[in-house]
């Protein structure tokens, strides 16, 4: 059998194409993320930065002041003081429609309020600007402004970045796309995309989204330097915020939070936002309270109260396919993979893992295996009757770190793939 990654650090997996849109979102309300088509769940108790996942509800989420400002400050240089002058004498606004223009920010409106489309022609205005949710296919043009970003943003090295990496790390979901008939009767578009923002003609920005049943999760965003004084990544994150009231998806998911890391405290500008206990796997109201006690930098335990909320820091910093082949690329080198082959789940200190005991009742036995020629059963092909699962590195053993990891009732939808490519 192949390694499973440092259960130190998490737990990683590779899914292959045709992982369905429910299945993933059940994974990232029980702490996980994907990178590419790798998914995986960090160990918060036994890291150094605490990685823990949040959530906005755009039904309730109010917009604050420099938030506004550089909505209407970007749709200003769009339309242009021409066109607004132009339009407000071709179009006039009742009393009461200007009114409301003047004392009410409505998100949706004003976040779509420049676009091509959202426009009355003529006048036309200063600059034409646009915005659309594509399949996360690799183009040259959303590489260009990938490696414009990588270098500026993130001072990276022109050696350091290729299209191969691009592609893997934003262009390989294994998410599908389809479409979702609501309860509400509203249809959704699901599956991974790019939401392309081009200005005068010119892709100037992509967010890198899954499309889920119940949120719009952030995976990525990335913007070319031309734009930067508009603050993108900040009108970046309140589209999605509007693409999620207005599409019915209602949560926004802004990828994990780390207390500990500057770049990430922008996150929890937008409010109110929910922190997921690792713990219980249940939702917290993410209060200033709370977010006092992460000053400690430890693992937050939320459950907790007071001085005992916090815990030292460890040692150490459809069906869903599972991708079992040992990956060299992923592992960092020889020496950590063999201290993991030592490492068990069920021995570790990661929050929100089902024991040993509680898996002994877990039919491990049906999980469903695909091969080469088709599919079979785990129980056929594994000679593991005299096999226990805290039997460290045994078949058995592996398997049921998995289910432990992504949850025992979740066993009847896992696939083991032991194709090989």
């Keep these: ?250 949560w926004w998911y802004p990828g994990f939070y780390i207390h500990t890391c500057p770049k990430m405290r922008y996150k929890i500008d937008f409010s109110p936002q929910q922190i997921l206990d690792p713990d219980t796997l249940e939702w917290i109201d993410l209060t200033k309270d709370v977010l006092e006690k992460f000053d400690s930098h430890g693992y937050l335990n939320l459950q907790k109260t007071g001085n005992d909320a916090t815990e030292s820091l460890g040692p150490a910093e459809g069906p869903i396919p599972i991708d079992v082949e040992n990956n060299e690329d992923e592992t960092s080198n020889e020496e950590d993979a063999e201290s993991d082959e030592e490492a068990s789940l069920f021995q570790s200190t990661m929050p929100g893992i089902a024991s040993i005991e509680e898996m002994g009742s877990v039919d491990l036995d049906r999980i469903a295996v695909r091969l080469n020629r088709g599919y079979c059963y785990a129980g056929d092909l594994f000679d593991w009757d005299g096999e226990s699962i805290d039997q460290k590195g045994s078949a058995k053993a592996m398997v049921a770190e998995l289910v432990a990891a992504v949850g025992p009732d979740l066993v009847d939808s896992l696939c083991l793939d032991f194709r090989r490519s």
């Excluded at 959530?55 to 002041?65: A, E």
């Design 1 to 250: 059998m192949p390694r499973w990654f440092s259960i130190l650090q998490g737990f990683l997996v590779q899914a292959h194409g045709g992982l369905r849109d429910p299945s993933y979102q059940i994974l990232i309300d029980r702490c996980w993320r994907r990178s590419g088509s790798l998914i995986y769940r960090p160990n918060q108790r036994d890291a150094c930065c605490p990685h823990y996942t949040i959530r906005l509800d755009s039904d309730r989420f109010r917009t604050i002041r420099d938030q506004r400002q550089a909505v209407n400050r970007f749709n200003r240089y769009v339309i242009g003081d021409a066109y607004a002058k132009e339009a407000a004498r071709l179009y006039p606004k009742s009393r009461e429609q200007a009114r409301k223009r003047d004392t009410e920010f409505d998100l949706v409106d004003r976040i779509h309020e420049s676009e091509g489309v959202s426009l009355k022609k003529p006048p036309e205005p200063a600059h034409a600007f646009s915005v659309t949710l594509e399949p996360d296919d690799f183009t040259e043009e959303k590489y260009r402004v990938f490696e414009n970003y990588q270098q500026v943003v993130h001072q990276e090295s022109p050696s350091s970045i290729s299209r191969d990496g691009f592609k893997r790390f934003l262009c390989s979901s294994p998410i599908k796309r389809e479409k979702f008939t609501a309860p509400d009767g509203r249809e959704r578009q699901l599956g991974s995309f790019h939401q392309c923002y081009r200005l005068d003609g010119q892709l100037v920005a992509i967010g890198v989204l899954d499309l889920l049943p119940d949120c719009v999760s952030a995976v990525y965003f990335l913007y070319h330097e031309s734009i930067h004084k508009f603050s993108p990544g900040k009108l970046g994150a309140l589209r999605e915020i509007a693409l999620s009231l207005e599409g019915g998806y209602r």
